[in-house]
Each structure stands twice: as structure tokens, then as C-alpha cells.
């Protein structure tokens, strides 16, 4: 099979100028984006689909590879219905802001600016936790002067978590409830 050098070169030109003008500001040259991309990519499909062949219809004398594909047919059926409604949007997007602003070019929001040059820090969510602030107490943080196979006295290795003996004792025990000083203040 040969490629149409033509229709590669077309669609080249037409991809190009599509992103171009999708890159604009005005709506009404975003518009003019969209459709050169969608009549590009409709060559595209079309040029997939090979050479032109016998109508798919079923003929028991006529061998399999004479006949045309329907398939990339269908899809540039499909494809023009959804640019006729993404360019009936864009042109209904384009006469409400017409009508309100008496412009067509879109403007830069205080908001847009400040978010733009908002840093991707954020000391919130990069903040570290100290432990005693931590939600989950019986988990000790190992210092750095703490080796990985020495355990202490008081503490004991239960999975991945490092938990006071005393408390390890009274998870071990079935039935036992482990609360703390704080937790029970409020059922007094």
C-alpha cells in the first residue's frame, strides 16, 4: 500500500493551523482551531481506511479484500455529528459573551493571576507532625540514634510499629480495652 503524499501534506497543514489558532485568546479563532483539527482528523481517518474498494455490501462472488471498509466511514460519520455540536457550543459560548462583555478575546482574571504565581509549596500539606500531636499515640517515631535490630527495655516491635511494653501486654490479652489517661476523662 502507498501512502497519498497530498493528503499527508493537507493534513499536516491543517493540524498545524488548528493548533495555532486553538492557542489564540479570541473564542471566535478557537473555533476556527477546532474545525481545522476535526476536518484533519477526519483526512486521517479516511487515509487509514486504504484505497477506495466495492461498497460493503455481501456478494458470495466477490472476494473479501475488493471490498471497502466501512469502519473509518462510520467514524467520520460519527466524528462530523460531534464537531457540529462542540461548533454549535462554541458559537452559542461565542454570542453570550459577545452580548455581555461586547468582546471576543478572554481576559486574564485577578484570581487566574494570583494562582499563577501561587509557589507549589504548600506549608500545610508539607508540614511535618510532631509526635505528641499525632493521632495515632502508640506509634514512636525511631530516633537516629536508634539501630534497627536493637529494641529497648520499655518498647517492643509489634509489625511495623514500634509500641510501648505496657501497652503490647494489654493488646495481647482478649477482651482488654487500652485507654489512655485523656480518653478517660470524659466518662467520669
Known sequence: MSVNLTLLTVMGALYACGIYLLLERSLTRVLLGLMLLTN???LLILTTGGYAGLAPFFNKDTAAGDYNDPLPQALILTSIVISFAVTAFML????????LARQDEIQDDAEDR?????????AEDDAE???????FPLVARSGPDDEAGTDDEDTVQAGARRIPAADAAAEEQPGSRNTSPDQEGGSK
Open 92 to 99: 452559542g459560548m461565542i454570542y453570550r459573551t459577545w452580548v
Open 129 to 135: 507532625i510532631p509526635v505528641e500531636t499525632s493521632e
Open 114 to 122: 494570583r494562582v499563577a504565581e501561587t509557589p507549589s509549596f504548600d
Open 40 to 42: 484533519a482528523t477526519n
